[in-house]
């Protein structure tokens, strides 16, 4: 199973539209996980137009009209393996730790906000995973996104892609 994991698109005010690599991985995935941090009603329609399944919440720049259609935390099973997505989790400081508490039960956790890439896993066994931004790279040398696939019930082959710089 073929896994996009974004978040923090920012359509409009970021970028006019999301990167073509971006919307070809969301083409060839099975489920796509957002988390959150949209702006627009529009960027959500397109996803959900061309995704298999959307895994998807509203991020702390999402107005009424995306608050309305997504929750703040969601979740899915994939062949037993149980995802959360969230967009905020605090400071990076004690991470994994709350977020082990926060989300008990869950194998995965997907989240946003920072724009900052991560992959750790928490003492009891927590991955958490952060895809950065494809459209504003804030401080970071390159807009990203994650690609990953549950393979028996496990994650499998998480991997960073890189945007080129916008023209």
């Keep these: 199973m073929r896994l996009l994991i974004t978040s ?6 970021r970028a006019r539209r999301l990167p073509a690599p971006l919307l070809a991985a969301v083409d060839e995935a099975d489920v796509v996980f957002h988390a959150g941090d949209w702006v627009d009603t529009a960027t959500l329609d397109l996803l959900l137009a061309r995704s298999a399944r959307l895994v998807a919440v509203h991020g702390n ?17 994939l062949q037993g393996l149980r995802f959360a997505v969230v967009h905020e ?35 009891g066994g927590l ?16 807009a990203t996104y994650l690609t990953a696939r549950v393979e028996d019930g496990r994650l499998a082959d998480v ?4 945007l080129p710089p916008r023209a």
């Design 61 to 77: 720049n999402d107005g009424p009209a995306l608050r309305e259609r997504l929750p703040e935390i969601a979740q899915a099973e």
């Design 8 to 13: 923090d698109t920012h359509v409009p005010p």
């Design 127 to 142: 991955r958490l995973l952060n895809p950065g931004s494809p459209t504003d790279r804030r401080r970071q040398p390159f």
């Design 89 to 123: 989790t605090g400071p990076a400081r004690g991470r994994e730790q709350r977020c082990e508490a926060r989300f008990p039960g869950t194998d995965v956790l997907v989240f946003g906000h920072s724009h900052i890439p991560w992959d750790s896993t928490a003492p």
């Design 159 to 162: 991997r960073l892609h890189r």
